[in-house]
């Protein structure tokens, strides 16, 4: 069981960086891959990046890349989304979850356990 507990979330303008962070209780941390995700008002919840359990495999969907990091401190139970160069479409719910499994997926029914969300916002 692994319960997921995300924060780092606010108002921010267009331009501005922002760092979640979604902390993990349970000693079975580093057996799951992480993945963030997003839901924007009326939208379906997409992909945002993945890291694998040893941090050493990361993912990005095409429209953060090179703006948005993804780290784990599994000694620490935590991974961070390092988000940079925020635009007004990152405006969303950020969900963190983990999956049991070690391909890359992406799908979020893949993932076992989510976390309650952080809210984004970015002003244009």
């Known amino acids: 069981q692994v319960q997921l507990v995300e924060s780092g979330g606010g108002l921010v303008q267009a331009g501005d960086s922002l760092r979640l962070s979604c902390t993990a209780s349970?000693?079975?941390?580093?057996?799951?891959?992480v993945g963030w995700f997003r839901q924007a008002p009326g939208k379906e919840r997409e992909f945002v990046a993945r890291?694998?359990?040893?941090?050493?495999?990361?993912y990005y969907t095409d429209s953060v890349k090179g703006r948005f990091t993804i780290s784990r401190d599994n000694a620490k139970n935590t991974v961070a989304l390092q988000m940079n160069s925020l635009k007004a479409e990152d405006t969303a719910v950020y969900y963190c979850?983990?999956?049991?499994?070690?391909?890359?997926?992406?799908?979020?029914?893949?993932?076992?356990?989510w976390g309650q969300g952080t809210q984004v916002t970015v002003s244009s």
């Open positions: 979850a983990a999956d049991g499994g070690t391909v890359f997926r992406k799908r979020a029914e893949n993932y076992d356990y």
């Open positions: 890291i694998s359990r040893g941090g050493s495999a990361t």
């Open positions: 349970g000693r079975t941390f580093n057996m799951y891959a």
